[in-house]
T-cell receptor
Framework: KAGVTQTPRYLIKTRGQQVTLSCSPI?????VSWYQQTPGQGLQFLFEYFSETQRNKGNFPGRFSGRQFSNSRSEMNVSTLELGDSALYLC????????????FGQGTRLTVV | KQEVTQIPAALSVPEGENLVLNCSFT??????LQWFRQDPGKGLTSLLL?????REQTSGRLNASLDKSSGRSTLYIAASQPGDSATYLC???????????FGPGTRLSVLP
């Protein structure tokens, strides 16, 4: 059974640009959530999607947005990149929103220069 | 606002020792608590999930307990091995959903 797949694995962008990250959940999983991991702030929740609807949202500015498609794949977009957006972005999937076993992808390492 | 802390921040032990990692959370109204491990530069691997109505969960050499009323959880690792070296993260979900609040982690080194 394939795990959670995140693409790309590494990304370098310039300040002011925008970026889109992709997450393909485990087959049959309908919930996808996104997290930002930095050395200073640790792991912080961005948002969660279930059946194409945003169910929970963290405390990030509106530059961070996401969506989920009918096949449960999810994308995260960050507009007007700032140096502080450099981080490891992780997504997790689970069967339902009751968090019965969340499975994480390997992450996308974003560097903003 | 839910806050999660973990003690100690780092731990170095010789192989074979039993050890305990601690996690505390400020709001006892949690849906569940989960322990993860993270290896350098990699994603998270789920170790144990404890529902709010449960007191403990066991998997192999790992045992996790939950005391909601006091806002505490412990992860017990028996007979530690060098392969257990990783960062261990505690996370709680404040409500129905996959919206974890993570602790800062405990970095564990098991020396051969």
């Amino acid at each position: 059974k394939a795990g959670v797949t995140q693409t790309p694995r590494y990304l370098i962008k310039t300040r002011g640009q925008q970026v889109t990250l992709s997450c393909s959940p485990i087959s049959g999983h309908r919930s996808v959530s996104w997290y930002q991991q930095t050395p200073g702030q640790g792991l912080q929740f961005l948002f969660e999607y279930f059946s194409e609807t945003q169910r929970n949202k963290g405390n990030f500015p509106g530059r961070f947005s996401g969506r989920q498609f009918s096949n449960s794949r999810s994308e995260m977009n960050v507009s007007t990149l700032e140096l502080g957006d450099s981080a490891l972005y992780l997504c997790a999937s689970s069967v339902d929103t009751d968090a019965l076993g969340a499975f994480f992808g390997q992450g996308t390492r974003l560097t903003v220069v | 606002k839910q806050e999660v802390t973990q003690i100690p921040a780092a731990l170095s032990v010789p192989e074979g020792e039993n050890l305990v990692l601690n996690c505390s959370f400020t709001d006892s109204a949690i849906y569940n608590l989960q322990w993860f491990r993270q290896d350098p530069g990699k994603g998270l691997t789920s170790l144990l999930l404890i529902q709010s109505s449960q007191r403990e969960q066991t998997s192999g050499r790992l045992n996790a307990s939950l005391d909601k009323s006091s806002g505490r959880s412990t992860l017990y690792i028996a007979a530690s091995q060098p392969g257990d070296s990783a960062t261990y993260l505690c996370a709680v979900t404040p409500n129905y959903g996959q919206n974890f609040v993570f602790g800062p982690g405990t970095r564990l080194s098991v020396l051969p």
